[in-house]
């Protein structure tokens, strides 16, 4: 069984992907894949053409708060730098899912990819779609801990597809609003859920809440 996480900025993706991870999932972390591809010579050497020799550090590796700060303000910079990322970053996973079907040693492997639903490739890969949701208040003050402004958060989620259209195309939904302990119950129950669907068990479009 291959998962999605989608859902929104701060609503608790990698919360919920770590007590997956605590259920017996095995996991695949975009995050880690963009910065293994960043360290490549080529990637480095182009984004040094592109934004100035201060991008890499004296020690050789990429500043991302440096790229950061040059490329998310711009839209057509974001795209670029996409464009330099992305592909090798989509490799990479794509590489980690097949390795884990030819071995199939855990009963799931979650992809926590943020842009996930804008790549069709990648979304091809998983079999469900797991939302989750955290009501504005919550996610706003998860945003807040990050030193962020609202208006930040809303330029962050204008590059992304809306929530509404990930809400609406996943399968199952987790609500992370609550406390650890009942969002730990929705997702054992999303868990084993989704694991007896892989085991041909016929349960579809069903949300994971905790009564």
Known sequence: MIVGIVGG???GKSTVVAMLVECGAEFIDADSEAHRVLEQQEVKAALVEWLGPQVVSTAGHVDRAQVAQKVFADPQALER???LVHPGVRRGIEQKVKEY???ASS???VLDVPLLLESQSLTKLCDKLVFIDAN???RSSRVAARNWSAEELQRRESFQ???EEKRSRADLTIDTSGTLDVTREQVKACFNQLVGLGS???TTNSTAKND
Do not use: E, K
Request: glycine content about 10%; charged content about 15%; proline content about 5%.
């Open 9 to 11: 900025i701060a609503a």
């Open 81 to 83: 730098l996409q464009g």
């Open 101 to 103: 079907r030819s071995r």
């Open 107 to 109: 009963p799931m492997l």
């Open 136 to 138: 504005q208040h919550i």
């Open 161 to 163: 597809i809306d929530i």
């Open 200 to 202: 041909g068990q016929n």
